[in-house]
């Protein structure tokens, strides 16, 4: 009886069974195959490498930006790994003056932000600041801005800065009743009604504007300190009655007449000195406006005011009177 498998049955057998099953792998390539999976891990680590970066420069588009937002952030500090938004939940102030930042998108990530200053870039947009409503002190000074309506519900501010942009409208502000200093310096505006809600205001600055009637500033009993500066003003009576006022600064104006605030600071002398005192005023002394003053500037140095010679620099949106 021949044996069950023969040499040439068992040549056969292997043959079909590698026809059936054959090799995952080819034996000459068995020695490659660490390459393989060390050339895979390399393209995993740069295809990661550009995730990160996409997802970083996703969360703060403007890299100027990111790189201030990031130096807040501990454990991402001088790292390339992405910034995520519970990596900012908690940052409670960006300050980032003159680098020339254009875009904010990505703040609106950072719900914890209480202080904001953004002071000379070149920034537009204030819509990702719209919902930080913890914010109490935000400095835009020196920008593009033309529209603050983003910022209206951002009822605890308490300093708001936007000297220097490009504004006509301040409605927004009307809503924060919160505010305690506003700088409207060197913008575009020619109406301040909105200035009239706000009863915690004690420092306004207006300079540099197109402002006419100081009606509004009636309202705000509290104030202190007040620049009205190259404006379009005649009338000073609306300042009648605010006499916590310490500061005034009103040169280059078409003032008409003195005699509202010399009134005020008379009657003060007579009575319980607690205003006339402690008035700061400023004015251009060598204007030929204030060679027609000279009558009321000795009875308001009478009246122990404090008078200065003022000449504020004129800037590219400031209106000089004559």
């Known amino acids: 009886m021949p044996p069950l498998f023969s040499r040439c049955s068992l040549a056969r057998l292997f043959v079909l069974v590698n026809a059936l099953w054959p090799p995952l792998v080819a034996p000459a390539?068995?020695?490659?195959?660490?390459?393989?999976?060390?050339?895979?891990?390399?393209?995993?680590?740069?295809?990661?490498?550009?995730?990160?970066?996409?997802?970083?420069?996703?969360?703060?588009?403007?890299?100027?930006?990111?790189a201030v937002v990031r130096a807040s952030v501990l454990a991402k500090r001088g790292s390339d790994a992405p910034l995520t938004a519970a990596d900012v939940a908690k940052i409670s102030r960006v300050e980032a003056k003159g680098k020339k930042i254009s875009s904010l998108e990505g703040l609106q990530h950072c719900p914890a932000l209480m202080l904001v200053d953004f002071s000379n870039n070149e920034i537009s947009d204030l819509t990702p600041l719209a919902g930080l409503t913890r914010l109490q002190s935000v400095t835009l000074a020196g920008?593009?801005?033309?529209?603050?309506?983003?910022?209206?519900?951002?009822?605890?501010?308490?300093?708001?800065?936007?000297?220097?942009?490009?504004?006509?409208?301040?409605?927004?502000?009307?809503?924060?009743?919160?505010?305690r200093?506003?700088?409207?310096?060197?913008?575009?505006l020619d109406e301040i009604s909105a200035v009239a809600e706000l009863s915690k205001l004690n420092a306004l600055d207006l300079a540099g504007n197109r402002v006419e009637d100081l009606t509004p500033v009636s309202h705000l009993k509290g104030l202190t300190t007040l620049e009205i500066s190259d404006n379009r003003i005649r009338s000073l009576e609306p300042l009648v009655g605010l006499s916590d006022l310490s500061m005034l600064i009103m040169p280059n104006n078409p003032i008409d007449?003195?005699?509202?605030?010399v009134k005020m600071c008379v009657e003060d002398a007579g009575a319980n000195r607690r205003f006339a005192p402690y008035l700061k005023l400023y004015l251009n002394q060598r204007s030929d406006k204030a060679a027609?003053?000279?009558?009321?500037?000795?009875?308001?140095?009478?009246?122990?005011?404090?008078?200065?010679?003022?000449?504020?620099?004129?800037?590219?949106?400031?209106?000089?009177?004559?």
Do not use: C
């Open 29 to 66: 390539a068995w020695g490659q195959a660490p390459e393989l999976a060390q050339g895979q891990e390399s393209a995993l680590s740069s295809e990661s490498a550009q995730a990160q970066a996409k997802a970083a420069a996703a969360l703060f588009p403007d890299p100027a930006l990111e």
């Open 143 to 179: 920008n593009a801005i033309a529209d603050i309506s983003p910022l209206k519900r951002l009822t605890a501010i308490q300093l708001l800065d936007l000297s220097g942009n490009e504004l006509t409208k301040i409605d927004a502000v009307a809503e924060m009743a919160n505010m």
């Open 181 to 188: 200093s506003l700088y409207l310096a060197d913008n575009r």
């Open 257 to 261: 007449s003195l005699n509202p605030i």
């Open 292 to 322: 027609v003053w000279q009558g009321a500037l000795q009875q308001l140095r009478s009246a122990g005011v404090s008078i200065h010679d003022y000449r504020r620099p004129s800037t590219s949106n400031s209106t000089q009177s004559p």
